[in-house]
């Protein structure tokens, strides 16, 4: 007779017989009850309890609540078991809703977003949990016009274009590419696929739901900077934070950056701003915002001067309209040949051969005017 | 006790290619099986240095710095963002013999194998030499052939330079290339005059880089004077000054330096024996291909 022998245990044992087991240490987990007495077994779900079972007599009483006998070992058998993927896990799917209506919504697939990710969750036969990962623009595509994908290293690849190609250094930018799919995911697979996308999101958003989220704020990030990124260090002088405020609106918004800003100017100074919505926290000023503020630092160090600009009204407005449109990255679509709008290729060009001098000056003044100083 | 491999790397905000390298390494070795566990962090990519340790499951990481020579990032920025309590004394090194330490981070509860860096380690040497054989396409390389092992150099850390020089005379020892030398992108002796320091007609050319960038396509081949610019590619080998130039770019693309982050790990304590049938041993032989 084939089968598994004492040297090879069963790598997917009964989970009827599993939680047999298990009773012994005392299983209480969902609504499941389950603990071994010197009297037998007793087993017990919201509306039904069992005592002084025998052996056999238990295994006959899980019949009728397998839902809870496979959620049960679904979460202690299969899913991973470190704290953070855990509880992402879980989240997925709602855990607070009895295990019935729950069982019920993952047959027919049930669905959360994180960033721009939607995760599709169902079960299949035995209760084990399968997933889709896909781009939450993408809910409604037809897989076959997916890319898919089974390898959830492959996403921290996917991630470094968008969708036209260009790098993303930043990659919780709502920027990501859509076009693909990860098709048929077990739960470890699908924290990779995750953290492949968004990296550290998942630790991060599971350390703040415990408490202890090591938030860095701003001035204790650039203080611990070294080499080319210590002179961010006197950009704060003891003057305010406005600059702070100025950084963070520019760059951690949401429409900038999904994360939301959990750190603020120090521990005793919030800043002024939003800091977005998104489902994981950013912990300490990144990478991106360090280096930025770097040239910032830089600029930050000149001290304003006036200029006299001789504009029309619809010049100034169309200025304005320019710097807009940049900073709201919304250039590619102005249409060819709309010039109402001031950020217009045509408007520009118009505005830069009417207003520059030759050597690309406003207005012929000097950007360096040394009789000025 | 698990045990992961944490490769870090510089990454860049500009250059996607400049993670490729410690991704496709990364690639390579999961799919040997050598590691339960491995992760990639980047000093400007993600996860970060600082989130790095906390993406990791096992209770012992052995971390390995994806950089050429000892100096600021392996000895101050690296340690600083992992919360490692280390000092460049930790590894008693005269420059290029940094080896492993041991430490506990103080963000996570597990320990931290901190290892020198891939460019350090003596197998680098035949990762330059492979290197040389495949831009030749010759296995033999070397006799009646000129070798310039190249390095970024700077003056502002002495070990920048002492990693390419250590390199270098190790492979002249060998008695395989007619010459080798020692030159630099921004110190004496300089790349720029490649021709001026060899008479060997062919000379190849390997840069000490771990990632294609702006310094190994377009800065060193336009010194060189391969190209004029960069960006449209070059000749291999390009005829310059009666010499046949075999400029091979960065180093760090090389598939056998996968083989060198894993020694790293080896000699700081990690179990890197292979699973099953080890296959021909290479490790570059279940590489993924990179994009």
């Known amino acids: 007779m084939s089968g598994t022998t004492a040297t090879d245990p069963d790598p997917d044992p009964d989970p009827a017989e599993a939680l047999r087991t298990a009773a012994a240490d005392g299983v209480d987990f969902d609504g499941l009850e389950a603990t071994r007495h010197d009297d037998g077994f007793h087993l017990a779900v919201p509306d039904a309890s069992y005592d002084d079972l025998s052996a056999s007599a238990f295994l006959d009483a899980t019949r009728g609540h397998e839902a809870y006998v496979e959620n049960w070992f679904f979460w202690h058998q299969h899913a991973p078991q470190d704290d953070a993927s855990w509880a992402f896990l879980r989240w997925i799917e709602r855990p607070d809703d009895p295990v019935p209506e729950r069982c019920e919504r993952l047959a027919d697939g049930t669905t959360r977003e994180w960033g721009q990710l939607l995760v599709e969750a169902r079960t299949d036969e035995g209760g084990q949990r399968r997933y889709d990962l896909r781009h939450v623009d993408d809910a409604d595509a037809d897989v076959a016009t997916l890319s898919v994908h089974t390898d959830p290293t492959d996403a921290r690849r996917i991630r470094k274009t968008d969708g036209n190609g260009r790098y993303r250094p930043l990659s919780t930018a709502p920027t990501l590419a859509r076009g693909w799919i990860f098709d048929d995911l077990d739960p470890t697979a699908l924290v990779r696929a995750v953290e492949g996308f968004y990296p550290a999101t998942i630790q991060n958003w599971h350390r703040e739901r415990a408490g202890d989220l090591d938030v860095a704020h701003w001035h204790e990030t650039i203080s611990r900077q070294t080499g080319i990124y210590g002179v961010v260090q006197t950009w704060d002088r003891g003057e305010g934070h406005d600059h702070v405020n100025w950084v963070a609106e520019a760059c951690c918004a949401d429409s900038q950056c999904l994360k939301r800003r959990e750190w603020e100017y120090d521990e005793e100074t919030p800043l002024n701003v939003p800091g977005g919505d998104g489902v994981f926290p950013c912990r300490e000023p990144c990478s991106l915002v360090i280096a930025t503020a770097r040239r910032w630092t830089r600029m930050e160090a000149e001290q304003a001067r006036t200029y006299e600009f001789d504009l029309t009204p619809s010049e100034k407005a169309q200025i304005e309209a320019i710097i807009d449109a940049v900073a709201d990255g919304r250039t590619d679509e102005i249409r060819e040949a709309d010039t109402s709008d001031g950020a217009n290729r045509y408007r520009a060009r118009y505005l830069r051969a009417k207003r520059f001098d030759d050597a690309g000056n406003l207005c012929g003044v000097p950007t360096e005017n040394d009789e000025a100083e | ?291």
């Open chain 2, 1 to 291: 006790m698990s045990e992961a491999l944490l490769i870090v790397a510089h990454g860049s905000h500009l250059n996607p290619q400049s993670s490729t390298p410690a991704q496709d390494h990364a690639d390579a070795l999961r799919a040997s099986g050598r590691f339960d566990e491995i992760r990639e962090a980047y000093w400007k990519e993600e996860p970060s240095f600082r989130n790095a340790l906390r993406t990791v499951t096992a209770d012992e990481v052995y971390v390995v710095p994806l950089f050429v020579s000892e100096g600021y990032f392996t000895e101050q920025v690296i340690p600083r963002e992992l919360r490692l309590d280390f000092e460049a004394a930790d590894w008693d090194s005269d420059g290029t013999s940094a080896d492993h330490t041991t430490l506990e981070p103080t963000d996570v509860d597990k320990r931290v194998h901190y290892c020198g860096p891939v460019g350090t380690h003596d197998a680098m040497t035949d990762v330059i030499v492979r290197r040389a054989e495949t831009v030749t396409s010759n296995d033999d390389v070397g006799a009646g052939v000129g070798l310039a092992v190249v390095g970024h150099g700077t003056k502002r850390n002495e070990n920048s330079a002492k990693a390419i020089q250590y390199h270098a005379d190790r492979i002249r020892d060998r008695d395989r290339f007619d010459e080798v030398r020692a030159l630099f992108m921004d110190e004496d002796p300089e790349v720029d005059d490649v021709t001026d320091h060899f008479e060997s007609d062919d000379v190849v050319v390997v840069p000490l880089f771990i990632a294609d960038g702006y310094h190994t396509q377009e800065d060193i081949p336009e010194d060189m004077g391969l190209t004029d610019d960069g960006r449209g590619g070059y000749e291999v080998p390009t005829r310059i000054d009666g010499h046949d130039i075999w400029y091979a770019g960065a180093i760090g693309t090389e598939p056998l330096m996968a083989d060198v982050v894993l020694e790293r790990a080896a000699d700081a304590g990690a179990d890197v024996d292979a699973p099953e049938t080890p296959g021909d041993g290479a490790i570059d032989s279940a590489r993924a291909d990179g994009d």
